[in-house]
């Protein structure tokens, strides 16, 4: 069995200043982990994802995520954040499953940049 | 650039009405999944497929049926359309191949936001 939770539903930040989504896991396997980002009337797109290798995990758009084990965790971070960041943002983790690759998703983080 | 498209961007449909929405993806992906996406629930997984005319059940398959007869299409089916079931509806599709890790990403349609009145 797995789960995924998003410990913030809204985050808000300033043009310019970091973003921290957090986002804490858990799984029977040792588990592959993925954000996602949906802007407004778009689809899904992926931003950065873990497949066991490097713990620190960079993605697009400045973007990046570590992986730690004992804390079960897998928090995204921008250092600077940019209007066009506004978004809902996702934390996934992959089911360990012979046929297909079954997701299983956070309840998402709405992420507002005011000016 | 892989392409996942949906055959409707938003619907409107009344209780009891039989309803097919449609997904077609361009990149020979093996793997294809529908979900559905409310507010503060993320996504969730309805059915997937992961071959022509091979399909499992998802976290929330009630009240819904899939057809996949061709690779590069699969139907989500609302045999009686619900209140319940007004919801936004996401399609993805996914490779098997193992090369590169590739088969882990999950490429999405943009969506179809039904409304059952």
């Known amino acids: 069995a797995q789960s995924v939770t998003q410990l913030d539903s809204h985050v808000s930040v300033s043009e310019g200043t970091p973003v921290l989504l957090r986002c804490n896991y858990s799984?029977?396997?040792?588990?592959?982990l993925f954000w996602y980002v949906q802007h407004p009337n778009k689809g899904l797109q992926l931003l950065l994802k873990y497949t066991s290798a490097a713990t620190l995990v960079k993605g697009i758009n400045g973007f990046e995520a570590e992986f730690k084990k004992s804390e079960t965790s897998f928090h995204l971070t921008k250092p600077s954040a940019h209007m066009s960041d506004a978004a809902e943002y996702f934390c996934?983790?992959?089911?360990?499953?012979?046929?297909?690759?079954?997701?299983?998703f956070g309840g998402g983080t709405r992420v507002l940049v005011k000016p | 650039d892989v392409k996942v498209t949906q055959s409707s961007r938003y619907l409107v449909k009344r209780t009891g009405e039989k309803v097919f929405l449609e997904c077609v993806q361009d990149m020979d992906h093996e793997n294809m999944f529908w979900y559905r996406q409310d507010p503060g629930l993320g996504l969730r997984l309805i059915y997937f497929?992961?071959?022509?005319?091979?399909?499992e059940k998802g976290d929330i398959p009630e009240g819904y049926s899939v057809s996949r007869e061709k690779k590069e299409r699969f139907s989500l089916i609302l045999e009686s359309a619900s209140t319940n079931q007004t919801s936004m509806y996401l399609c993805?599709?996914?490779?098997?191949?193992?090369?590169?890790?590739?088969?882990?990403?999950?490429?999405f349609g943009p969506g179809t936001r039904l409304l059952v009145l």
């Open positions: 996934v983790v992959r089911s360990f499953k012979a046929a297909g690759n079954k997701l299983t």
């Open positions: 993805a599709s996914s490779t098997s191949s193992l090369a590169g890790g590739s088969q882990e990403t999950q490429y």
């Open positions: 799984s029977s396997y040792s588990p592959s």
């Open positions: 497929s992961y071959d022509v005319k091979m399909k």
